[in-house]
């Protein structure tokens, strides 16, 4: 069950009940990448496999990284055959791939088995006086989204499905094998050849598919599995408040990302239809409880949009709600995207004033790096791209096929 009920924004359409492809697609193998190493254990003990077979298969799967059973020789040959047959790991299909100018950030656009299209980014950071080198990979949770923020593509493609945990999991997986295979050599001369980080800031909003993303939390993070500690993990939510305070109760320490975008609810109600359901007040409500019991720190996500939220007078009333919560955590200012539609990013002027005011009034903040504008690495924009490329391709042939049809009637005729 999810936490929450969407909150369907003028341009977030639902699909109709029972439309092909609506729900998660349903096949008799089952996916060994939605399984816990305690829901692999049972899955192969109902097999009649000793204990010590769960090890092996993780193993074989997140540490050998295969994905092919036939090539899993830690395992008896009846077994491997029992597998090709009753379970999988595939992950989905790359229908295209973009690179930044940098080779820095990496852009890929999965087709899952439905046939529906998410996006998947790798971003590279050397070590900075924050810390070590970073391959963090960026995750989508669902297929579109039903939270309609304005400034985001996917949100104006309204929502479509949740991803299983096992499709989660499988986009992490994709980036762990190309990394072991092509490891990245950062300018500090240090070699990264895994994936460090995780951010649930892909397609969709996670806590809306929350027990598919905590399961999926959960798998990476498992010693048996790619071991990815839950302090390197962020969760972005537009601040859906019950699903907030149900994290901060669960035992995982991951980080928490709120997607503010504006100090007061009117100015937010403009370009976050979700406010109307969860104020400000609330959400912040629900961050001190998250940090109280996680003991982690919360990031406030700020997209900084020309003209309409990027006011000095705005980055007073920002310092001023934040001030009070400065123990909290600190604020990420983000321009957002040049290629994105309808808005464009602040000057660099401008850009600076706001920091300078926030951090006048208290407030810890920081300027992200843009990334990947070149491969149009916000989340949605290379969906979206494809897809009316394909719409275009396809009207263009439904009319070529017309105009065929016409001309064999003609010729029929005659
Ligand atoms: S910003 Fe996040 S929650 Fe808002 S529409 Fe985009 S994917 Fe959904």
């Not at 899952?112 to 080198?133: C, H, K, N, Q, W």
């Not at 104020?279 to 019991?293: E, T």
Request: some cysteine; charged content about 20%; overall charge neutral.
């Amino acid at each position: 069950m999810p936490t929450d009920l969407p909150i369907p924004s003028a341009n977030a359409s639902l699909p109709p009940a029972g439309e092909i492809g609506s729900e998660t697609p349903v096949t008799d193998q089952t996916d060994l990448l939605g399984l816990t190493a305690a829901e692999l254990g049972a899955w192969l003990s109902e097999r009649g496999q000793p204990a010590y077979r769960a090890r092996q298969l993780a193993g074989a799967i997140y540490h050998t990284l295969t994905s092919d059973f036939a090539a899993m020789s830690t395992l008896p040959a009846a077994l491997r055959e029992r597998l090709a047959h009753e379970a999988r790991i595939t992950g989905p299909t790359v229908r295209a791939e973009v690179i930044s100018k940098d080779v820095r950030t990496r852009k890929l656009l999965l087709e899952l088995s439905d046939g529906r299209l998410i996006e998947t980014v790798l971003m590279l950071y050397p070590a900075s006086a924050e810390g070590r080198a970073r391959a963090t990979v960026c995750v989508s949770t669902q297929v579109g989204c039903a939270y309609g923020c304005t400034f985001c593509a996917t949100g104006q493609m309204g929502f479509e499905r949740h991803l299983t945990a096992g499709e989660i999991v499988a986009q992490v997986l994709r980036f762990a094998r190309d990394l072991r295979a092509h490891p990245w050599q950062a300018p500090d001369g240090q070699t990264l050849d895994h994936v460090t980080n995780l951010v649930f800031m892909g397609m969709g909003e996670p806590l809306h598919n929350y027990d598919n993303t905590l399961k999926a939390l959960r798998i990476l993070n498992m010693p048996e599995g790619l071991h990815i500690g839950a302090r390197h993990m962020t969760v972005s939510t537009v601040g859906l408040v019950p699903g907030i305070r149900r994290l901060a109760e669960e035992d995982l320490q991951v980080n928490l990302a709120i997607s503010l975008h504006a100090p007061n609810d009117e100015l937010r109600l403009r370009t976050m239809p979700v406010t109307r359901k969860y104020p400000i007040a609330d959400v912040l409500a629900a961050c001190q409880a998250y940090v109280a019991r996680t003991n982690r720190q919360v990031t406030f996500e700020y997209v900084l949009l020309a003209g309409v939220n990027d006011a000095p007078e705005h980055a007073r009333e920002l310092a001023a709600l934040l001030a009070p919560l400065a123990h909290l955590g600190h604020v990420n200012l983000i321009p957002v995207n040049a290629t994105a539609a309808n808005y464009r990013p602040p000057s660099g002027e401008a850009i600076r004033l706001f920091r300078d005011i926030l951090r006048a009034g208290g407030v810890s903040n920081s300027v992200r790096a843009e990334r990947g504008d070149d491969i149009a690495a916000a989340c949605g924009q290379l969906r979206t791209r494809v897809t009316q490329a394909r719409g275009n391709a396809q009207s263009v042939g439904k009319k070529q096929a017309a105009h065929e049809a016409q001309q064999a009637q003609k010729a029929g005729g005659e």
